[in-house]
């Protein structure tokens, strides 16, 4: 799939081992993808265009990592979705890093309150921007670090939230079944192009502590 997009069309469960999928085009995401070892065992997804969860679709891990990259390098062959398209995504104790490239952004595809995202920590990386005065990214999770540009970011936080640094790794396997460490590094919420950061939580408190 380096060339091409890859659909799956069929669950994918790991139950021993890391979990990578590449193309160089879109990843459509119409089945459920899992790692359910209890050996915190990462989920890693990167495409060259855009990452599209399909209705009702989830990507879980037993407190392991997850990274998805969608670095929009083909981006002009979609002209409908350009970045991260999220349904829901559960990693436990552990964290989850959403990143796009310079074209990118990241949505809420089900545009409903429930929870996008379930985990310890979230890094989310976006050339253009983070969901939508309309729609945004709905969290349960502990620490958050946001990036994006003139589109701005929108989130929604469950409960009690903290703004601070994310350093962590995800295990890239590679085509001869080697690992290697992908790792994902943020701190603060910024945005450029007088981008709006826009952070709600629903209950308990929000604590900004400072970055380097």
């Avoid at 209705?55 to 350009?82: K, M, Q, V, Y």
């Avoid at 950061?197 to 900004?208: D, F, R």
């Amino acid at each position: 799939g380096l060339t091409s997009d890859l659909t799956l069309g069929g669950t994918v469960t790991n139950t021993a081992g890391h979990t990578s999928l590449a193309a160089g085009r879109d990843i459509l995401v119409n089945a459920n993808i899992s790692a359910t070892t209890v050996e915190r065992k990462t989920i890693d997804l990167s495409a060259g265009d855009d990452i599209i969860m399909g209705a009702s679709t989830t990507i879980s891990s037993t407190n392991g990592n997850i990274r998805l990259e969608a670095t929009n390098t083909n981006a002009a062959d979609d002209a409908t979705t350009n970045g991260i398209a999220l349904r829901t995504i559960t990693a436990g104790t552990g964290h989850v890093a959403l990143i796009t490239g310079t074209a990118g952004s990241i949505v809420d595809a089900a545009n409903t309150a429930d929870a996008n995202i379930t985990a310890n920590g979230l890094i989310m990386t976006a050339g253009t921007g983070i969901g939508s005065g309309t729609n945004h990214i709905d969290t349960t999770v502990t620490t958050l670090t946001a990036t994006a540009g003139a589109g701005g970011v929108f989130v929604t936080e469950s409960d009690t939230l903290v703004v601070d640094t994310l350093n962590f790794n995800v295990s890239r396997v590679n085509a001869q079944a080697g690992v290697a460490d992908q790792n994902s590094a943020q701190e603060d919420l910024t945005t450029t192009s007088d981008g709006a950061v826009v952070v709600s939580v629903n209950a308990g408190g929000l604590t900004i502590n400072d970055g380097t």
